[in-house]
């Protein structure tokens, strides 16, 4: 999508926001969220070019292939801990270009048996990188799905980088009352959308609050979740996102355009909108739906108790002539003051499964 499209279509999303919040009122965050990327028109999925370097932001698989390898190891070596099922079903919630699961397929043809045996099965909700990924993954028998609840039943091992954040958030402010009250969107008195407080909500931060403090609740994981302990066992899933690693207040969400933060209610539709991520909440909540969750621990442990050395080593022994690029690339994901140490990568599984490594 060109600029002057690009920004026609926010403009169009801006006015249709416009008209909704006069004729309703406020509307959640997490249902402007939703709008501004799902939008059939003019959401921010409905166009292509989001992602890598001459997009709007890059993810893991796009910096190091060593990235999308490692975890298709860490599949098959989980495909074995579930006795070898065939099919199994291989899942990738939000799958972006299709560059990991490029990655991870070609890696784990060295594990006899299980890209033979893996059902490919992408949740994606963009046409465009549905095109994309369809390309990526020619040659491969793939299916797509709107919703996890659409993947056939069976052992099923299911791959999620980056796709926590995405999910629509709520956020509640405390007001001077001490009143929890849902923030919304509303429009200001010059016509631009803005943030206002709403109506009070009964909500038990866990951690002291003072007037201003804003919470982040996240619907959108009990339902994923829902729909992860709905399924047949048994199911194992990787979940790799950023954000802290104990539970904290504050406003996390943000937009991003060409690689900068912008204004998350300026021109809707043309940035990727995404909250931090708490792992150790998302673990909670999982053992509470009844399922068993290993970590969270860091992407750079993660990473480096896979062999994240070992593989690059050898990558940059057999191309010489790219060892510079595959150095950076793998040094980026493991920074200890980025990437390495923001990220975060834990397991969810069906409980009475063994201990999955690296977390064992």
Known sequence: MSASNSAEASSALLESLRQRIQRDGPIAIDQYMTTCVADPQHGY????GAIGAAGDFITAPEISQVFGELIGLWCAVAWHSLGQPSPVRLVELGPGRGTLMQDALRAARAVPGFVDAASLHLVEISAPL???QK????GHVVTWHDVLDSVPTGPAIII???FLDALPIRQLILSSDGVWRERMVG????GQLCF???SPVHHDAGIVAHPGAIVELRPGEDRLLAALSARQPPVIALFVDYGPADPALGDTLQAVRRHAYVDPLAEPGSADLTAHVQLAGFAQKAREAGLAAAGPMTQAE???RLGVAERAARLMAANPDRAGEIEAGVQRLMAPTGMGQLFKVMAVHSPGLPPLPPFS
């Open 160 to 162: 999620a980088n980056e």
């Open 130 to 132: 549905r095109v994309l």
């Open 196 to 198: 206002v407080a709403g």
């Open 135 to 138: 390309s990526a993954l020619a």
């Open 302 to 304: 993660f990473l480096g």
């Open 45 to 48: 999925w409905s166009k292509a």
């Open 187 to 190: 429009l200001g008195a010059d």
